[in-house]
């Protein structure tokens, strides 16, 4: 068994951002969190979910991730077409 390449880690860019915690760079995104760092909200053009908010950073690192390796999102967040009722 081959062992997964080793993601890059959160790069703090600044303390204290617009929304009074930390803010992060990872592949390509920028994650900004409130002050207490609970909420983050992920910031990256061209991903589906471009300004949504989150808890910690580091549940949005993973959906980075999948974008940016396979340009897909987990199964529980793509739509769900619509049945004729």
């Known amino acids: 068994m081959t062992e997964a390449a ?9 303390a204290t ?4 915690g930390p803010v992060y760079a990872y592949r ?3 994650i900004r969190c409130a002050k207490d760092g609970h ?5 990256m053009e061209g991903h589906p ?5 989150f808890g910690v950073a580091g549940t949005i690192t993973p959906l980075v991730d999948l974008w940016v390796e396979e ?4 199964g529980h967040m793509r739509a769900v077409p ?4």
């Open 28 to 30: 390509g995104a920028e």
């Open 49 to 53: 979910l471009h300004g949504h908010s």
């Open 17 to 20: 951002g617009p929304w009074g």
């Open 82 to 85: 619509k049945t004729g009722e």
């Open 6 to 14: 080793e993601r890059p880690s959160l790069h703090e860019t600044a």
């Open 39 to 43: 909420v983050c909200s992920l910031f």
């Open 71 to 74: 340009r897909r999102l987990p």
